[in-house]
């Protein structure tokens, strides 16, 4: 027998019952971001490597290790996207979309890291992403969180999810702060896992970041980025914190959430959850004022989010959010040659007449018994059944599948339309 080719590990198809899952997700997503009134945007899956590298920080993990990185025919270098930022901001100035000009968009769709997989953690994924040009101050922070929270609450999950607030202040605080914590991280090197300890040299505020208990004990003696803060940094996050507040919504402080990528300044958060094990975050954003700058453009006020599917996915099933679906309203089913050469006809007379509902034809044959079964499963609303003595007579029989008290009566089809209209409008 030939081998079968598996799909590439951490790379997952979505079945039809996912699929429904996931269709049910993206329109509360589709209709939250537009009730923000903010515009969708698409770009390509691949672009130019140094568009990642520049962007995102050469000393990433997510740079250093997880890109899809290939040569071209032309020997170009590429790379899978392994988030969206990125592009989007490339596209805005492409396209001229910056310029005197605020923005609002969103985009959706898959992203490439080549990272262990496990639960949560995939080397496809996928993300909602929201990212606004041109404002700079800590009210349009406030609206992209609050817009999050808005589809968090909608799904009835805001209180499984703890939201954690950091700034990170501007580069030129940072920067005061790195040395600092170097200068402490360079006293404990003995105490520090080998991750760390090649990261003190390349990228130290990611330390913060470490799981290693041993680190994060001796974190509790680290200076705090918090100290380091200017006076506009400060003002920043305060307001931002009061704006919160006055909506109502709860998070926590944590001084040590630094973000994967190099691009934040000020404002960084994410929604943390404990139901999903270690791969716990299901959304990350921040403000990132020097990445339109950094990729040529001119300096622009920029903050976002990425939402990972996945896991939104994962949580809400966890919890029971997601009800199955329906796969129709409608389904029609015969027996016998005569009726067989019907029943396609009626179905499209039914899809034409009901538009929005979703008919559909038992093709195959076998008993009503077994034709009545495959309904139920579909959990369809109505059979429209059709035998040869209706047919005869230009009838079909209607029957309510989930009102079995209302029996099942026989009439003609364009009754039995109005009738299904009726009840399901
Ligand atoms: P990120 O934190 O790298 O941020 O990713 C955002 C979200 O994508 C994560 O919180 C997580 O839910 C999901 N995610 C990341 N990696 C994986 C993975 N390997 N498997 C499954 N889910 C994953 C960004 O990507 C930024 N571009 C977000 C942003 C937009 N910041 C400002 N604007």
Same mark, same amino acid.
């Given at each position: 027998?030939?081998?079968?080719?598996?799909?590439?590990?951490?790379?997952?198809?979505?079945?039809?019952?996912?699929?429904?899952?996931?269709?049910?997700?993206?329109?509360?997503?589709?209709?939250?971001?537009?009730?923000?009134?903010?515009?969708?945007?698409?770009?390509?899956?691949?672009?130019?490597?140094?568009?990642?590298?520049?962007?995102?920080?050469?000393?990433?993990?997510?740079?250093?290790?997880?890109?899809?990185?290939?040569?071209?025919?032309?020997?170009?270098?590429?790379?899978?996207?392994?988030?969206?930022?990125?592009?989007?901001?490339?596209?805005?100035?492409?396209?001229?979309?910056?310029?005197?000009?605020?923005?609002?968009?969103?985009?959706?769709?898959?992203?490439?890291?080549?990272?262990?997989?496990?639960?949560?953690?995939?080397?496809?994924?996928?993300?909602?992403?929201?990212?606004?040009?041109?404002?700079?101050?800590?009210?349009?922070?406030?609206?992209?969180?609050?817009?999050?929270?808005?589809?968090?609450?909608?799904?009835?999950?805001?209180?499984?999810?703890?939201?954690?607030?950091?700034? %990170?202040? &501007?580069? @030129?605080?940072?920067?005061?702060? /790195?040395?600092?914590? *170097?200068?402490?991280?360079? $006293?404990?090197?003995? +105490?520090?896992?080998?991750?760390?300890?090649?990261?003190?040299?390349?990228?130290?505020?990611?330390?913060?970041?470490?799981?290693?208990?041993?680190?994060?004990?001796?974190?509790?003696?680290?200076?705090?980025?918090?100290?380091?803060?200017?006076?506009?940094?400060?003002?920043?996050?305060?307001?931002?914190?009061?704006?919160?507040?006055?909506?109502?919504?709860?998070?926590?402080?944590?001084?040590?959430?630094?973000?994967?990528?190099?691009?934040?300044?000020?404002?960084?958060?994410?929604?943390?959850?404990?139901?999903?094990?270690?791969?716990?975050?299901?959304?990350?954003?921040?403000?990132?004022?020097?990445?339109?700058?950094?990729?040529?453009?001119?300096?622009?006020?920029?903050?976002?989010?990425?939402?990972?599917?996945?896991?939104?996915?994962?949580? %809400?099933? &966890?919890? @029971?959010?997601?009800?199955?679906? /329906?796969?129709?309203? *409608?389904?029609?089913?015969? $027996?016998?040659?005569? +009726?067989?050469?019907?029943?396609?006809?009626?179905?499209?007379?039914?899809?034409?007449?009901?538009?929005?509902?979703?008919?559909?034809?038992?093709?195959?044959?076998?008993?009503?018994?077994?034709?009545?079964?495959?309904?139920?499963?579909?959990?369809?609303?109505?059979?429209?059944?059709?035998?040869?003595?209706?047919?005869?007579?230009?009838?079909?029989?209607?029957?309510?599948?989930?009102?079995?008290?209302?029996?099942?009566?026989?009439?003609?089809?364009?009754?039995?339309?109005?009738?299904?209209?009726?009840?399901?409008?």
């Amino acid at each position: 027998m030939t081998a079968q080719i598996q799909a590439v590990r951490g790379m997952n198809d979505l079945l039809p019952e996912d699929t429904a899952k996931w269709q049910q997700v993206e329109a509360v997503l589709r209709q939250n971001v537009r009730a923000f009134g903010y515009s969708e945007i698409r770009m390509p899956i691949v672009e130019k490597t140094p568009l990642f590298s520049r962007a995102i920080g050469e000393v990433t993990d997510v740079v250093e290790k997880e890109m899809y990185t290939f040569l071209d025919r032309q020997g170009e270098s590429l790379s899978l996207r392994p988030e969206g930022t990125a592009g989007c901001v490339r596209a805005c100035l492409e396209h001229n979309l910056l310029y005197n000009q605020e923005q609002r968009l969103w985009y959706m769709g898959p992203m490439f890291r080549h990272e262990r997989p496990q639960k949560g953690r995939y080397r496809q994924f996928h993300q909602l992403g929201v990212e606004a040009f041109g404002l700079n101050g800590p009210d349009i922070d406030a609206e992209i969180i609050l817009l999050s929270a808005a589809i968090f609450r909608q799904f009835g999950i805001l209180d499984e999810l703890d939201l954690q607030l950091n700034s %990170l202040g &501007t580069k @030129e605080e940072r920067l005061v702060y /790195r040395a600092k914590l *170097v200068e402490f991280l360079e $006293q404990h090197l003995d +105490v520090l896992d080998e991750d760390s300890k090649r990261r003190v040299k390349t990228n130290p505020l990611r330390v913060l970041d470490s799981k290693d208990e041993r680190v994060q004990e001796l974190l509790l003696d680290a200076p705090k980025l918090s100290d380091y803060l200017g006076e506009g940094s400060r003002a920043h996050f305060d307001t931002l914190r009061s704006l919160l507040e006055d909506a109502g919504l709860k998070y926590s402080l944590n001084d040590r959430l630094v973000r994967g990528l190099d691009y934040y300044n000020l404002t960084v958060f994410e929604w943390v959850t404990t139901a999903l094990g270690a791969q716990g975050t299901v959304c990350g954003g921040g403000r990132y004022d020097g990445l339109v700058e950094e990729l040529g453009g001119d300096a622009t006020p920029a903050v976002g989010f990425g939402m990972g599917l996945e896991r939104l996915v994962l949580l %809400l099933s &966890t919890l @029971e959010k997601l009800k199955s679906q /329906r796969q129709c309203e *409608v389904y029609v089913m015969g $027996q016998g040659e005569q +009726v067989i050469r019907q029943q396609a006809k009626i179905a499209m007379q039914l899809r034409d007449a009901l538009p929005g509902l979703r008919v559909l034809n038992h093709c195959g044959g076998g008993s009503f018994k077994r034709q009545f079964k495959r309904a139920d499963k579909l959990q369809a609303l109505f059979a429209v059944v059709l035998g040869e003595d209706e047919l005869k007579q230009n009838l079909v029989t209607l029957k309510d599948l989930q009102h079995a008290e209302n029996g099942q009566i026989t009439c003609t089809l364009a009754e039995a339309i109005e009738k299904i209209r009726s009840q399901t409008c």
